[in-house]
């Protein structure tokens, strides 16, 4: 069953890098106050939720973080990474913190190259309590890899997981949510290393990723030998278009009051993502 929240009564909002014109930059104070004024708007009187359904409250949230430097998410080749500052450890040390004093427990999607420099920090992410997948070896587009060079960096970087912390890595995030309509080969690999859950396909319009008819809330993908839970990160349904809220970037660009808005106006449990960057 699915049950929409009906649409709000504002014009259709849109914005340069979700794939759709932007208004001007000068506006985008006015701009973003509509969007903030919009949200509200979206939610039913009565939120209908799967905690509701069940007869729970509140609202579960899933916090996932892609645990990557700073400069591993601009498309340099990962062979030029020893030139740039490593500030993994640091800003990693501080996150922690603070999720402890929240009393908030994590996914952390790790890159194995990072994994194997950092190993360290891996154990203490997992002997704190969060969970570790899998964010792929070297943070490339999928669907700019062949098929045989995908499997062969991700089943390095599950292995390494694997061998540090003793468990079974369940959890798979793509690179820049890359596994678009051109790279769905990546799922059946997914399912022949053991991968139980992929977070990867945003169901937004964007120039990198996305599938934007793609389901906006968990569902199951069945392919011919392989099943798993796709979890789609947490977007906003709006009229003529689905607006991304959740990701590194769209915490960075929207301004806090649009973010924290557009959680609220989301009735299904949240798959949140922040990157780990300074």
């Known amino acids: 069953v699915r049950l929409e929240a009906s649409d709000p009564p504002t014009a259709a909002i849109t914005s340069r890098g979700m794939g759709v014109p932007a208004p001007a930059w000068e506006e985008a104070d006015r701009y973003f106050d509509e969007v903030w004024q919009a949200l509200p708007s979206a939610r039913p009187p009565q939120p209908v939720t799967i905690s509701r359904l069940m007869g729970h409250e509140p609202v579960t949230n899933a916090l996932t973080i892609d ?13 030029r990474w020893g030139e740039f500052e490593d500030r993994i450890e640091m800003v990693g040390d501080k996150l922690l913190r603070i999720l402890d004093e929240a009393r908030v427990k994590a996914t952390f999607f790790m890159l194995g190259y990072v994994a194997e420099k950092h190993p360290g920090i891996v154990k203490r992410i997992e002997t704190e309590g969060h969970e570790i997948g899998t964010h792929g070896f070297s943070h490339t587009l999928i669907y700019n890899q062949a098929p045989e060079l995908f499997q062969e960096e991700l089943t390095r970087a599950i292995h390494f997981l694997e061998d540090l912390t003793g468990k079974k890595v369940l959890g798979h995030r793509a690179p820049f949510f890359s596994i678009t309509k051109d790279s769905l080969w990546a799922l059946d690999i997914l399912g022949e290393l053991g991968i139980k859950y992929d977070s990867s396909i945003f169901p937004v319009l964007n120039y990198r990723y996305g599938i934007p008819d793609a389901p906006r809330f968990p569902y199951t993908i069945k392919r011919e030998k392989h099943e798993f839970v796709e979890f789609p990160i947490s977007t ?11 990701g590194g970037a769209y915490f960075r660009i929207y301004p806090y009051q649009v973010t924290k808005q557009a959680i609220k106006a989301v009735n299904r449990p949240l798959s949140y993502s922040v990157k780990d960057v300074s």
Not at 236 to 246: A, D, V
């Open 67 to 79: 645990f990557e430097d700073w400069y591993q998410g601009i498309e340099i080749p990962y062979e």
């Open 236 to 246: 906003l349904k709006l009229p003529g278009f689905t607006m991304p809220i959740s």
